[in-house]
């Protein structure tokens, strides 16, 4: 008995002293907004939905990290996406279908193994005045990130204003390291900005490819710059699309192509030429301003030669802080689409959309 007694208090002794060292976060967001939106539909109906926030979705995890001595902690992030208005999970109804990664971080940066964001999304969610939206409407300029990926090893470190980042998603296929072998999902990407002062800039490039060793190319640039209570941001993103991927996704396939000429994205690859530029405002503590303008040229649309045309976004948002982890939000979304790009949009060649909603951080 007096052994079993000593046996338990030393357990809990060590116990204590491991757990001491440890620390696990249960975080989140639960954003939903009331959603206005014209010309919704072909027939050009208006709908009203519930729906995720306009530039946050909604999400839940897990994070925690254990010092190993010497500056070095192992570390893990756990998130899962959903939709508070079903209860639904989002990212094709995975369980942790925002992050999923084990690592090790200490002075030399991190290194982490798992689903994770890609590059092209880590660098223009710093550069781009939204933080990258939401809404299909507000969001669409960065699908070319593809957002994350699987089966992925990645790096990051920041160095006196110096951040870069690099990453590989391992296509798992036999012969993936075999030149010539097509490759499933395979990914890569590296980015690099400098931040001294009100400045910022970097660049990203990234490459995506499909199962049958197609490519989707993303490269980018962006700067931004700090005035009192202003910071305004400028943006570049070149994209080239082999695997079809982008028309053929519900978010920029609102309606069927019916135009002459031969679909084909290798031999036509769509080639998308955005440029953006934006302002963010801090009125006051509790009241936050941004207005964007994203424009895109696109060339090759549906895979067919010379089918092109352009597609217009102006955005404004006013978020009001009601405390630190609670917001009020109100925003604004106009979208105009010409030429072949009509597809991008279900009925008339514009789109309007009205939100309101409120966001609660824990």
Do not use: C
Not at 74 to 89: C, K, M, V, Y
Not at 92 to 120: H, M, P
Not at 122 to 148: E, H, Q
Not at 165 to 178: C, H, I, K, N
């Amino acid at each position: 008995m007096k052994k079993s007694l000593l046996a338990l208090a030393l357990g809990s002794l060590f116990a204590g002293s491991a757990f001491a060292q440890s620390s696990v976060t249960l975080y989140g967001i639960v954003d939903q907004s009331v959603r206005y939106t014209t010309n919704s539909d072909a027939a050009n109906h208006s709908q009203v939905q519930l729906t995720n926030g306009a530039v946050t979705n909604s999400r839940w995890g897990l994070k925690g990290s254990e010092a190993l001595g010497n500056n070095l902690k192992a570390i893990f992030q756990l998130e899962n996406g959903f939709d508070p208005d079903t209860g639904r999970a989002n990212q094709s109804n995975r369980l942790f279908g925002r992050q999923a990664y084990v690592g090790l971080s200490g002075d030399f940066g991190a290194i982490k193994l798992g689903r994770q964001y890609t590059e092209g999304f880590n660098f223009f969610g710093d550069y781009d005045p939204l933080t990258i939206g939401n809404y299909t409407a507000n969001a669409w300029p960065f699908f070319l990130t593809k957002f994350r990926n699987d089966n992925v090893i990645s790096y990051s470190g920041s160095f006196q204003g110096l951040s870069v980042g690099a990453s590989y998603g391992f296509g798992e296929a036999p012969g993936s390291f075999t030149k010539g072998t097509a490759t499933t999902n395979s990914y890569w990407g590296a980015r690099a900005s400098y931040e001294t002062g009100p400045f910022g800039f970097g660049g990203v490039y990234q490459e995506v490819r499909d199962q049958a060793g197609n490519k989707q190319q993303m490269w980018g640039a962006a700067g931004k710059v700090g005035f009192g209570a202003a910071k305004l941001f400028a943006g570049y993103i070149g994209g080239k699309d082999r695997t079809g991927s982008l028309d053929t996704t519900d978010w920029l396939n609102a309606r069927a192509y019916t135009g002459g000429g031969t679909q084909n994205a290798q031999a036509n690859p769509r080639k998308d030429t955005i440029g953006y530029i934006g302002l963010t405002y801090q009125a006051t503590p509790a009241l936050a301003l941004t207005g964007v303008f994203y424009g895109d040229h696109i060339k090759n649309k549906n895979g067919v030669a010379d089918n092109g045309g352009n597609r217009y976004t102006g955005v404004l948002l006013a978020e009001y802080s009601l405390s630190k982890r609670t917001q009020v939000y109100g925003t604004v979304d106009f979208n105009k689409v010409t030429g072949g790009v009509q597809t991008e949009l279900p009925g008339k060649n514009n789109q309007t959309g009205v939100a309101a909603g409120i966001r609660h951080i824990f």
